[in-house]
């Protein structure tokens, strides 16, 4: 008589759910929140910046709570250890620093372009001279700037709030499009990461750019073309660091759907760029080089600040026609990214998310300048989608979405 072969059982829900977001035992959650609050204390104690000097205080007191909960609280306040995380980390530093119109100089320079765009047509000033002058940023980003510039001086005009609100909201879209729901304490969790929390409460314009990737991936691999051109054109439209999104969803777009879809969604992804770009840039094509070409690269009329002691800065900086060399490693890696995602083309969801985070984080170890907190880009992109409870990779359920008998890997 012939054996039925043992396979292994789908994990019940509530255990899907506990190993998805790391419930298994107290102890994961314990290391986790008191090395976030280490390194916020540590941050704290060795910056000369004031902003961070207060996230650092509140972050500590907010991971050091969510510690404590952790190990000592009942299954419900555990399960809240999260969200006061999230808040003591990023939400209270966050309305604090607004509320006293301190915050780092992104925040600054997008209430500026905000005010250019609206009254020159370019967000670029003609001839920048100082290091505050610069805008590094595509026009797209200068929109979260038309709040100040619109009202003025305000703590509810700060850019920030718009970082804030596209973050959440395009992530949280982009998990129910790919699995059919959001679970807030993943988001809570994610937003509690000191790598997430420092730009949040300072200010981050990486979080919205990050997210519309995010949302590009999961439209894609849904085969909604429109959507996925109209997130991806949007993101690429705020900085150039989210341009590889748009190889890596097309080319999953044709993979799962066909050349004609994908065409479709970079026609959609093209014309919102050059909506977004072109007239900034006929308004003021040399400044707009000046900006966001020579600038970033190191060759503008003032240095960039972004000088963490990444592979590429260290290049740059320490050899011989170093910046050259920088560069031709940074082309290099550009190349065999590229031919990597043609001659193995990603095919489901958290494939391509993983390629784009990959792809990010090389570009970011090797540009010439580059910073730490950029990481915050691979990070999210490789994790979210991984955070949810009830994720097919998981406990082997199909996703909504993605087609019949298909499951996120």
């Known amino acids: 008589m012939s054996k039925t072969p043992l396979l292994p059982q789908p994990l019940s829900l509530p255990t899907a759910r ?33 902003p961070h ?23 419900g306040l555990r399960r809240a250890a999260p969200y006061v995380a999230a808040v003591g980390a990023a939400l209270v530093p966050m309305v604090w620093l607004v509320a006293h119109r301190q915050g780092q100089l992104e925040v600054d320079v997008v209430h500026q372009s905000g005010v250019l765009l609206l009254h020159t047509g370019s967000p670029y000033l003609p001839e920048p001279t100082l290091l505050e002058d610069h805008n590094p940023y595509l026009p797209g980003m200068a929109l979260f700037g038309l709040p100040y510039a619109l009202l003025g001086e305000h703590p509810m005009t700060d850019a920030r709030w ?27 969790l994610l937003a509690a990461l000191p790598l997430l929390a420092l730009p949040l409460a300072t200010g981050g314009i990486d979080l919205p750019v990050t997210a519309l990737m995010c949302l590009a991936l999961a439209t894609a691999a849904a085969g909604r073309p429109a959507a996925t051109g109209l997130a991806a054109g949007a993101a690429a439209a705020m900085k150039w660091t989210a341009w590889p999104v748009l190889a890596v969803v097309l080319v999953l777009l044709a993979v799962r ?73 940074l082309g290099s890696a550009a190349v065999a990214i590229a031919v990597a995602l043609v ?26 300048a580059t910073r730490f907190g950029y990481l915050l880009m691979p990070l999210t992109i490789a994790v979210w989608f991984r955070l949810h409870p009830g994720s097919p990779w998981v406990h082997g359920t199909t996703t909504p979405g993605l087609g019949p008998y298909t499951r996120i890997e």
Do not use: K, N
Not at 163 to 187: I, K, N, T
Not at 355 to 363: G, K, M, S
């Open 18 to 50: 506990r190993r998805s977001l790391g419930l298994a035992g107290t102890g994961p959650w314990l290391l986790l929140w008191a090395g976030c609050a280490v390194a916020a204390l540590l941050l704290a104690a060795v910056t000369d910046q004031e």
């Open 53 to 75: 000097q207060v996230w650092g205080r509140c972050a500590f007191f907010g991971y050091a709570v969510a510690g404590a909960l952790a190990v000592g609280g009942s299954r």
């Open 162 to 188: 718009g970082f804030a609100l596209v973050f959440g909201l395009a992530l949280a879209v982009a998990a129910r499009v790919a699995l059919g729901h959001c679970a807030p304490r993943a988001l809570a």
């Open 257 to 329: 759907r066909g050349g004609r879809v994908a065409s479709g969604a970079g026609a959609v992804a093209a014309v919102v760029l050059a909506v977004l770009t072109v007239p900034s840039f006929l308004a003021s094509p040399g400044a707009f080089v000046e900006h966001v070409l020579r600038y970033p690269l190191g060759a503008g009329r003032v240095a960039s600040p972004a000088a963490s002691p990444l592979p590429g800065h260290l290049v740059a900086t320490l050899l011989p026609g170093g910046r050259l060399l920088a560069l031709v490693l």
């Open 343 to 368: 001659t193995r083309p990603p095919r489901t969801l958290v494939a391509a998310a993983d390629q784009l985070a990959f792809a990010l984080a090389v570009a970011i170890c090797l540009a010439p």
